[in-house]
């Protein structure tokens, strides 16, 4: 169930409407049989619009929307009347999504806030009518235009979540239990690798009502960046956050070493994402010794800010959070080698 919840790949069939045609007619009255060209315009084709909701969190409901055909636009018709606009079709999807054409790869659109509106796809511009082409020289066209067809192909839409901090780790590194506990969400914890097969998200509630949106994403292992695991299906959701919150198990073999598997795989993936915020923080800290938090200290990178946490006593928690803050709102340059 947790997996068919959570969709954030779609790709689907989009065709705006044609324009409408110009009509060709001309006005005959009783004293005037021959009164001109009175022609209208064809309407629009319909638009397919994209609309940013804060409420969704994912793509579910565009699974089985396979096809979204805008309304054709009307002809024109006698005594000047314009055609009516084909009804545009308005898709709601989740802040973070992109649109792009699945052929030509172009990136088309991107949402990135509540009510935003974008013209994804424009329908067909409607053709002339006759009245529109008359001059003194040439009072009686005997032509219009053809409405202008839509646009049509496959696309595709991809929603990167939107979150202030993303949590970086291997499996069972406790990045959920971590969520849980400084956040109202309740992501499915268990005792087992790739328990977190989708991103969670929780919002922290700060100091003088102040918050900020942490993202638990499924475990990164060796390899993820060629496809290994579930690593590689949801890095890109990694691309979205501020700052990243490398989470090591204090019982880790080699904490070093956890952490450069963890930094070559985001390298692999996109090199930019080295240019992001990094901070440290050893899960799973409760039965450590001065001893052995200074033995850990010496195989973490010194330039990178950490803390010792534990979920379960809840130490460090504070600390953590006052560090989160700052380096989300005061701009702390954290090196990110």
């Known amino acids: 169930m947790e997996k068919s919840n959570f969709v954030d790949q779609i790709r689907i069939f989009c065709r705006s409407g044609h324009g409408g045609a110009g009509s060709k007619h001309f006005m005959r ?13 064809g309407g629009r084709g319909g638009h397919i619009i994209l609309r940013g909701n804060k409420n969704m969190w994912t793509l579910l409901h565009l699974r089985y929307y396979k096809n979204v055909l805008a309304e054709n636009g009307q002809g024109g018709n006698k005594n000047n009347m314009t055609g009516r606009d084909g009804k545009d079709i308005i898709i709601e999807v989740p802040l973070g999504t992109i649109a792009y054409d699945e052929e030509t790869e172009e ?3 991107e949402i990135l806030e509540h009510g935003q509106e974008i013209v994804w796809i424009k329908g067909g511009r409607g053709g002339l009518g006759n009245a529109r082409f008359a001059t003194p020289t040439n009072q009686a066209p005997e032509y219009a235009q053809p409405g202008e067809p839509g646009e049509e192909g496959w696309k595709v839409l991809e929603l990167k979540v939107l979150a202030d901090v993303g949590l970086v780790g291997f499996p069972n590194a406790g990045k959920s239990t971590l969520l849980s506990v400084i956040t109202a969400a309740k992501p499915k914890i268990a005792d087992y690798a790739f328990t977190t097969i989708n991103p969670n998200l929780g ?10 949106c942490v993202a638990d994403l499924p475990g990164i292992i060796e390899g993820a960046a060629e496809g290994k695991g579930l690593g590689h299906r ?15 198990p204090a019982d880790s073999n080699d904490h070093r070493k956890e952490f450069n598997i963890l930094l070559n795989e985001l ?14 923080a050893v899960s799973k800290s409760e039965m450590l010794d001065e001893e052995l938090r200074t033995a850990i200290e010496k195989e973490l990178p010194t330039e990178i800010p950490h803390v010792f946490i534990s979920s379960f006593t809840q130490q460090g928690l504070t600390e953590l ?14 090196a990110s080698k």
Not at 267 to 280: R, S, V
Not at 322 to 327: G, P, R, S, T, Y
């Open 321 to 334: 959070k006052d560090m989160l803050w700052k380096a989300l709102n005061e701009g702390q340059e954290v």
């Open 234 to 248: 949801f890095l890109r959701h990694i691309e979205r956050n501020s700052v990243l919150l490398f989470v090591i």
């Open 267 to 280: 390298e692999q993936y996109n090199p930019e994402l080295l240019h992001k915020q990094f901070l440290i």
């Open 107 to 109: 990136n088309q659109a």
């Open 29 to 41: 009255t009783k004293f005037n049989p021959q009164a001109g060209p009175d022609g209208g315009d």
């Open 203 to 212: 919002i922290v509630a700060y100091r003088d009502s102040k918050s900020f």
